[in-house]
């Protein structure tokens, strides 16, 4: 099964043009951010990438920058001599960026304490129109029950005074991911879309199982970019 890039653009320019993904440790976001920006390129339309999650050193945008950049996406992060650093730095461009009607952006945002540096660009964010998208992975811890992910999403609207607008059902483990996972997933972050009354933005699944899951919902497949330490060989 082939994933329909014209019928994602026509669904996407219906949509706020800054996304801003949000989300638990392990949630999947930075993974989604790259899929999202590369898909968002390859369908048409002028993609950028910010990166904000500033606290996490190993899951993060900016390790994907040469990628991202070979295909013609913009990538805003803190220069390359801090990639590492894990401090509270505002990359360079975000205002430009943010402010630029040519570009679809799409924001990797830290969980509920790194989504604190939301807040100091929140009316920004809202002036020029965003959707606000928590990711949720069951898999992961904070995350595995209907109450959790509700607490999740209170925490990240208090720190960054933004309201979360819709869902992104990410469950998954990696190259073990099964189908099982991922609708059970789909399940609980349905239920979640129902208590707060907010759309289910999309069902995202391993590009291995895309084609196999028979359900109502707008799939998303994601190809695995990240090569993570443990998964090197030695």
């Known amino acids: 099964m082939v994933f329909d890039l014209q019928a994602f653009r026509e669904v996407e320019e219906t949509k706020p043009r800054i996304k801003v993904l949000v989300g638990e440790f392990g949630s999947g976001k930075t993974e989604l951010t790259v899929n999202l920006a590369s898909y968002m390129q390859r369908a048409g339309m002028t993609a950028a990438v910010i990166d904000m999650d500033l606290v996490k050193p190993y899951f993060r945008t900016r390790e ?45 945002v830290g969980g509920a304490k790194a989504a604190i540096v939301l807040g100091q660009i929140r009316n920004l964010i809202r002036e020029n129109g965003a959707e606000v998208l928590m990711v949720v992975n069951v898999c992961r811890p904070f995350s595995a ?36 996972q991922v609708l059970e997933g789909f399940r609980l972050t349905q239920q979640v879309a129902d208590r707060k009354g907010l759309p289910l933005r999309w069902l995202v699944l391993p590009d291995w199982l895309f084609g196999k899951i028979d359900v109502v919902a707008p799939l998303l497949p994601l190809q695995p970019m990240t090569q993570y330490p443990w998964d090197e060989n030695d």
Do not use: F, W
């Open 64 to 108: 994907h920058r040469a990628r991202l950049e070979a295909q013609g996406v913009t990538v805003v992060a803190p220069p390359p001599k801090l990639a590492h650093a894990d401090l509270p730095i505002m990359p360079p461009d975000l205002t430009r960026v943010l402010a630029s009607p040519q570009y679809r952006v799409v924001m990797d």
């Open 145 to 180: 029950t209907v109450d959790e992910i509700i607490t999740a999403i209170a925490n990240i609207e208090a720190a960054s005074g933004l309201a979360v607008t819709g869902l992104v059902s990410n469950t998954n483990l990696g190259a073990e991911t099964t189908t099982q």
